[in-house]
């Protein structure tokens, strides 16, 4: 068991060797108000130290600059403005080095902090240090799927890492309209959410009874293969397979295929553009083509409850598709039969739009901005991705985005009615 | 007991009613794309009775122009292409007295098929005539608040019916922070959802259980003079009091009061500029309105299963607010004790998304639109307004919107956790 | 030769004859912000005589509510405030029969104004009641041109007059690329301009020296059939031709005929769906279009000062083609030879930016916005259109709008150098 | 003088010193549609001497990577397909070290190249080099100013030098409302336009007559003091001084002083934030701006022909402003008296539209795109700014923008009637 900084420090250095890949002009690019640079995630997780810990809790503290608490401010109006979102690709300035000398500055400002603290206030900084670490997690996750968003515009398609090899396809190719095998949950009064001990985010408490009908949920995540026949039956152009605002979205953007497909056979990736794995889970789809895939699939998308309640019943270690901690940096085909890829692979998108559990308290102060003020308008994905650590990893975790996005590592997996 | 075809004319005949007011020019306005002009709502109704009573069942039929089949098809996909939402109020032929001339034709035709046809026959007609009726009560209520949407565009602030005398504020102001009495109620597993017997749409069912939590509901909507002590405490200044994606709207769309507000003392209605009744329920609020206020109040929105217990354990007829029926066209103050504003008056907002029950099934066919595909992105309102007929509302009614519409007369009941 | 106030009370007229085939609904659209609702030109024609004549010299006027003042300004900022332009379709009142009250209300009063006036004041109005005559002659055509666009919305393509008959094509055809014959000129030192005399708009003047080299004009307008050769030569797919603001309006405007041409064979007219005269002169065509074709047909358009030249050597009564007077309201074919088309058909696009003449000085007061502000990014139309009346017209007119608008009936006339 | 080869180097160096100060993450920005990141700058000016003589002339020619000829091609539609211009700043690679070493191979092939040539073969490329230095510093000086303007979008407000020191103001400030002497030119027939002999853009020929009006043009570019009266004077809240089309941008973009002003004392550089030299001339204005200026000063803005005929009468060494080559980088204060700033200092806005002269020829093929293609709604510029090289400008020389842009060293000298 690591120490607390121990863990700090680890968080904080996966950072900078995730960016290390990437030159400095590639660190300075936003390709959509959704996602930021890397150059801006390497400060923006530098200034959440700063300003929730240093800054209130360290007396020798000071900011390189005082702008930069406005700068790197990425939504927290009770810290105070915040300098446009959609914007930060216009910033050159502060450069890589210097975030990155004002990263390791801020990281021995934190650790000494800790280490002189008493008891008392101890107690006060591990909780803040732990949300930052769970923080800097998250943002790693994000670091890749904002940079392999903005290498994908350019038309030379370059790697993010071009020294890991090509992925290679499994084997043997899935028969058509070959059925995932399912598993039965018989539902009732069940208990969700988190009762406390471990980490959790506010977003995930309170534990709380919810009742569940009858349901079955698939083994395994929906493949490549599979979702290609979606494609091949014309899903993308039937509307009475879409929700109305799906059926929109999928008309004004042009979608055919999930984000990042080339053609039928080969996707852009973080290692480039691959050959596309017919046995792999899917994965760049918003929650529409989640949706109407399920609805041609004559499925549905299980609930968040059903999702949570399913793998708290089954779920276990072998039951892991790809990590971060596996370097792969894509979803692989899992093994061919079993409970496979409920946690790493593709986030799972389900029905549930992100709300309040009842009796949800968010966090004091400023950090209770952190989720509560982001429930409108999202669904909840679960299950950990390719680029999620495995020790960030729970199965209370409630990802969020909205409906139509799709530069996440997201996917399906279906539920029916039992 | 009135027979079917009675209420089917009598249905029919309150819209012609409604529109009676309005000039043929007020009849070819849109204001928004959410709204539609006057002599939309008079085809579009007739659209209805015609694709899906009489092209199928009346030999005789046929259309004045082939051409009215797309170009008053709202959004039905299986049934052909729809003319565009946003252009509706670029058309001016068929004009006014063309329309209401077909109006009469289909209704005859309704009238005659219905009457001529065999048991067999009848038992297929007369879900869809009462389906087409419900149909028509919505659009009466939409046809309200497009218009009122539209004539608020003059600066000459015309009204819709000038003859009916000015609003009178209740005769005693309440006194500030004057706190509304709340019911408790235990919760545990409860049934929500409609079981059949009376007509309900499909998203109203099934039946099924639910777990609720104990919590408190507020006897009475919060009103006009109440929410003005929300904007004199900075209501509309503070985004910790709101969403993320409230807070947008609130400063892109510049929001400093409740839509049709012209000052803190008067605003818009379908009867002119009148006095703000303080008494009176707060309406023309959008989601993120109702959801900042009741954060403001240190209460929240009931979810729509706490507010349809509620109603069924509650709900009385002494518990109706304004009615379409009372003619008042605009919410009025009620009793000044006891449960109150229950239905009518203005649509409560409630947190829930607006999410197929468990085991939804849309009806077969184009119908099947009707409901389902709009389940993304809105929120569930309960309650009805004051230009909601009387005849149309039941406690399971699920009326839904984007969180951020205003034009409805939507406002707020708050709840509590007991 | 008609009095003053005769032609006052003609032109007057007119406007309302030209209204009178449309009804209550039709006169209520606008379908883009660069056009204006029928009910609007006959207010704000109306508005004109009440601000610049009634308002300063009758002392017994009133407004019928102040607020039409700001109501039906289009564009004074010297008068005051403006309802905003791109939603003068959103208002139903008032009322065309309320407007039209108000016209016959303003009328007589200028009538009685001037009648009552003595000399001196009768000076100081002549020029407003004039002025105001050549206004309503200039919103008489945009009232046709903007209702055009607003019927071509609807799908049921309807008529402004379907009354009239269909338009019949001249018998024979042009050979495919018969050149038509043009003139020469010489040029050099040539004066341009209205030297004083009968009425010019402020644009016009003052008369000046312009040099000209050598060139040629041809004597007829381009045509349907040879514009049908420039589209059928691949004319809208070769950015070679164009000028580089002009292929981005096309592509991102989809163009590939002229406005109105439904397909190679006919068009939307006043008097609804045509035949297309491959003799007649081509029309709705944008300035890049213009620009385009005379690139493709090896030739140029002129100057506004050359066709100016061109007009005062060449032009007399039997080189019109047709003009409001004539009541086809579509460019008809015109003789087989000679000089033709050179006022009335269609406004003739030049080379010239709309741009004030050496010396320059606009009206006085408010007037003074009548043309001069509106000096920037247009270019100069000449000669006149099927929808210009015969009294509006002299050879140093200017018209101008933006170059990407195609609602006017605008065509070319082709130049080169000698 | 230099020999061909020699001034190449000089300018193909020139743009990479130019680079130097910035960083790799600097030289990824882009801030507008209109500018390019610098690394772009780099690149597009080698592809063109790629494009238009390595592939054509040179056999041993080969592109580093063949998706550079679309990906660094402007907007040459006859050379092929481009990457869109607005999402230039979305690419990091080939990084900068790539792009410089591109430069390098591309710079030593065309020396060879050119070395070896025959007579014959040297009198194709000699034009094809020329016209290449040419372009390369037109890209120096938007090096310059997108480089201002993507450094200005950041908060922290950095130099692009701070190694210069501080711009210091001339020591008097002018007296309020001091008038400017001006010179009083005839007129009549004149000639304009470049005959040949130096090099000369095509849009500078073919030299022809033009007549002029008697006009005074002032012996001083207008200065930040004077227009510090325009708006203290209400110039930027009074609709009559400004063309309806300007006043529209005016409100759209708030403007309430020049671009760069931070605050009425202080302006944005590339040298930082400096304080503002009232005698030096103002820049970085919108033709909007310097129209409504010359308005309220009782002048007008000189016609480009005005303009030139002035400067060929009166024109001389001494009459220069900071330019390129005195490394100021922002427009100085010139002498007190005399005619000054006539070249150099900032861009003077004309008020004449870019127009083809009489007779005009664009060069043969896709270079035929360089000038012609952008003869629409741009106005013209004379005489150069302070980022402009000596060697760059004559008096022929036709700078032209669109008239709402304000990113360039612009400003304004003021004419009159005589």
């Known amino acids: 068991m690591r120490t607390l900084p121990q863990r700090f420090v680890e968080a904080r250095t996966l950072t900078v060797q995730l960016a290390a890949?990437?030159?400095?002009?590639?660190?300075?690019?936003?390709?959509?108000?959704?996602?930021?640079?890397?150059?801006?995630?390497?400060?923006?997780?530098?200034?959440?130290?700063?300003?929730?810990?240093?800054?209130?809790?360290?007396?020798?503290?000071?900011?390189?600059d005082p702008r930069y608490r406005e700068l790197f401010n990425?939504?927290?109006?009770?810290?105070?403005?915040?300098?446009?979102?959609?914007?930060?690709?216009?910033?050159?300035?502060p450069g890589v080095a210097e975030i990155l000398a004002w990263r390791r500055a801020v990281d021995e400002a934190v650790v000494a902090c800790f280490g002189r603290a008493d008891p008392a206030l101890r107690a006060l900084l591990a909780p803040i240090i732990e949300l930052g670490i769970q923080h800097e997690q998250q943002h790693q996750e994000l670091l890749l799927t904002d940079i392999k968003h903005a290498l994908?515009?350019?038309?030379?398609q370059p790697a993010y890492r071009d020294d890991l090899g090509d992925i290679v396809p499994a084997p043997t190719a899935p028969s058509p309209g070959d059925e995932t095998p399912s598993l039965?949950?018989?539902?009732?009064?069940?208990?969700?959410?988190?009762?406390?001990?471990?980490?959790?985010?506010?977003?995930?408490?309170?534990?709380?009874?919810?009742?569940?009908?009858?349901?079955?949920?698939?083994?395994?995540?929906?493949?490549?293969?599979?979702?290609?026949?979606?494609?091949?039956?014309?899903?993308?152009?039937?509307?009475?397979?879409?929700?109305?605002?799906?059926?929109?979205?999928?008309?004004?953007?042009?979608?055919?295929?999930p984000l990042y497909w080339i053609d039928g056979a080969h996707a852009f990736t973080l290692r480039g553009v691959q050959r596309l794995d017919p046995q792999a889970p899917v994965c760049h789809l918003s929650f529409?083509?989640?949706?109407?895939?399920?609805?041609?699939?004559?499925?549905?998308?299980?609930?968040?409850?059903?999702?949570?309640?399913?793998?708290?019943?089954?779920?276990?270690?072998?039951?892991?598709?790809?990590?971060?901690?596996?370097?792969?940096?894509?979803?692989?085909?899992?093994?061919?039969?079993?409970?496979?890829?409920?946690?790493?692979?593709?986030?799972?998108?389900?029905?549930?739009?992100?709300?309040?559990?009842?009796?949800?308290r968010p966090l004091p102060g400023a950090l209770g901005e952190y989720n509560g003020k982001f429930m409108s308008g999202a669904r909840v994905l679960r299950g950990g991705s390719c680029v999620t650590s495995h020790s960030h990893l729970r199965w209370t975790y409630r990802n969020f985005f909205a409906p139509e996005k799709r530069w996440q590592f997201s996917g399906i997996r279906?539920?029916?009615d039992a």
């Open 184 to 257: 039965n949950l018989a539902g009732g009064r069940v208990t969700v959410g988190a009762a406390g001990g471990e980490f959790h985010f506010d977003n995930e408490r309170p534990e709380h009874p919810h009742w569940l009908h009858p349901f079955r949920v698939a083994a395994a995540p929906v493949s490549n293969g599979r979702y290609r026949e979606f494609i091949e039956d014309g899903g993308y152009l039937r509307p009475d397979l879409w929700l109305s605002d799906g059926w929109a979205a999928c008309r004004e953007q042009a979608w055919s295929a």
């Open 288 to 360: 529409f083509e989640a949706d109407a895939f399920a609805r041609w699939a004559g499925a549905r998308l299980p609930t968040e409850f059903e999702w949570e309640h399913f793998a708290c019943l089954h779920g276990h270690e072998a039951a892991a598709g790809t990590l971060l901690d596996d370097g792969a940096l894509h979803p692989l085909a899992g093994e061919a039969s079993g409970l496979r890829g409920l946690w790493g692979g593709a986030w799972e998108w389900t029905a549930s739009d992100y709300a309040p559990y009842p009796r949800f």
């Open 74 to 93: 990425s939504y927290y109006e009770g810290v105070g403005p915040q300098f446009s979102r959609a914007r930060r690709g216009l910033l050159s300035r």
């Open 414 to 416: 279906l539920a029916m």
């Open 152 to 156: 994908f515009q350019n038309p030379l």
């Open 21 to 64: 890949p990437l030159s400095a002009e590639d660190q300075t690019l936003q390709s959509m108000p959704d996602a930021s640079p890397t150059r801006w995630h390497l400060a923006h997780t530098t200034w959440f130290f700063a300003t929730f810990l240093l800054e209130p809790y360290d007396p020798g503290f000071a900011w390189p």
